[in-house]
């Protein structure tokens, strides 16, 4: 079950949600935004996404651009990198389509707003953080957008 509040400090275009993070057991903070755009996004339960994510992410080999201490170990609590083949065939498989909307020098073109994201349950690519937006409304455990200033490097849709 996904817990969902909405409090009047926050942006209204932000909801508050933890993808299931604290109804699975897990308690704290964490660097797990991956797994919980993808449980929110997905709809699917967190503790389903964060094993398989943790699985992806022991699986996958070092290289130069990975070169994390969760090598090896079965975990999504501290990252997942993201530009594996592994982990872009598990988006895949949960029925996702990537669309980048940045490339090498061409600047940001789309930001964090509702005006410039499509309507469906997505998950955006953000300079270290993935957050799930639907219907053009942040779900996530903070607001991501620095204001709708944010650039969006592509994002996942569900198809």
Known sequence: MTVVLITPRRSPKTIYNDGGRLAAGFKGDAGDCVAR??????????????????????????????????????????????????????????????????????????????DELPMGRIIVALSKHYAAVIDGVVHDTHDPSRSGTRCVYGYWRLS
Request: charged share 20%; net charge positive; aromatic share 8%.
């Open 37 to 114: 755009s993808i449980a929110i996004a997905a709809q699917l339960p967190y503790r389903q996404v964060y094993d398989e994510l943790a699985t992806i992410n022991a699986i996958t080999p070092k290289s130069k651009r990975r070169r994390s201490s969760s090598l090896g170990k079965v975990t999504a609590s501290h990252g997942i990198y993201t530009k594996s083949a592994v982990f872009k065939r598990y988006m895949a498989r949960l029925g996702f389509v990537w669309t980048p909307t940045m490339g090498i020098g061409t600047g940001c073109k789309v930001h964090l707003r509702k």
